[in-house]
């Protein structure tokens, strides 16, 4: 069982995540309204490295596995994230553009699901006192 501490610092992680989520929406927002592809080299890449981010959040130092097994699937994929990171990080060369963009598509609702889980985690902080 978490302590107050440790919930505030869960919470910090899953708005960390948001914020790199907005990040990769507003990424693709700057290049469309600059007219740059979204197939572009720098644009594929910044996004990749978003991406990343937002999985760098699930390492075990970060959100604690007890939130991320309590929400593992319901409402969010934690693993596929995890998974994500890795090959975007480890393995960038075997990436498409097509991949990461479509990655990127997502994140809408990822922000809805991460808000979610922020209001539950919120209300549980509130009740222990």
Known sequence: MRNQSEREVDIQYLKTMVYYAG????????????NISVNDDMVVESIALLLGQIGEQLDSKKLS?????????NPIDFSSI?????????HYGFMNAK???????????????????????QIDLDNLF
């Open 23 to 34: 990040e990769v929406k507003d990424r693709l927002a700057r290049a469309q309204r600059y």
């Open 65 to 73: 596995e007890e939130v991320q097994t309590k929400y593992q699937g």
């Open 99 to 121: 991949g990461i963009l479509l990655a990127s598509q997502g994140m809408d609702e990822l922000i809805e699901q991460l808000n979610f889980i922020i209001r539950k985690e």
């Open 82 to 90: 995890s998974r994500f990171r890795n090959k975007a990080y480890h």
